[in-house]
């Protein structure tokens, strides 16, 4: 088998092996695993860093195509406080406002984002 650039470093293996190891329940086919998982999931990451580096190169009047490119590709989901004023916004559409849905939307708004 050929040997690809893009590999993972011996403290990385090292980390990885250390944490997964830890998990006294784990066979060596399940730490194997594991780790291929995690090598994966970091070779996945540094290509879309590479990706996003070389299309910022393209930014036009202040919007940013690598930016675009992550938030594409690793999309967040929203926060509970999001979810909730989303879901609360539903039900005011559909049955009114009321004093309740007012509470409860400010009571939300206060929070700080989690």
Same mark, same amino acid.
């Not at 006294?24 to 070779?43: F, H, M, Q, V």
């Not at 990451?45 to 490119?69: I, K, M, P, Q, T």
């Not at 916004?89 to 206060?110: F, K, P, V, Y």
């Given at each position: 088998?050929?040997?690809?650039?893009?590999? +993972?470093?011996?403290?990385?293996?090292?980390?990885?092996?250390?944490? @997964?190891?830890?998990?006294?329940?784990?066979?060596?086919?399940?730490?194997?695993?594991?780790?291929?998982?995690?090598? @994966?999931?970091?070779?996945?990451?540094?290509?879309?860093?590479?990706?996003?580096?070389?299309?910022?190169?393209? $930014?036009? =009047?202040?919007?940013? @195509?690598?930016?675009?490119?992550?938030?594409?590709?690793?999309?967040? +989901?929203?926060?509970?406080?999001?979810?909730?004023? =989303?879901?609360?916004?539903?039900?005011?559409? $559909? $049955?009114?406002?009321?004093?309740? =849905?007012?509470?409860?939307?400010?009571?939300?708004?206060?929070?700080?984002?989690?």
């Amino acid at each position: 088998m050929t040997e690809h650039p893009m590999q +993972p470093t011996e403290q990385q293996i090292r980390e990885w092996a250390r944490f @997964y190891g830890a998990d006294l329940a784990s066979t060596p086919e399940d730490l194997w695993r594991r780790i291929a998982n995690s090598a @994966y999931a970091a070779g996945a990451d540094a290509e879309l860093e590479a990706c996003v580096e070389w299309a910022s190169s393209w $930014n036009v =009047e202040g919007w940013s @195509y690598g930016e675009s490119l992550r938030s594409a590709r690793r999309p967040k +989901p929203p926060n509970l406080k999001q979810q909730a004023l =989303e879901a609360l916004d539903a039900i005011a559409h $559909n $049955n009114g406002t009321n004093e309740d =849905e007012d509470a409860i939307r400010r009571a939300l708004e206060a929070l700080p984002d989690a």
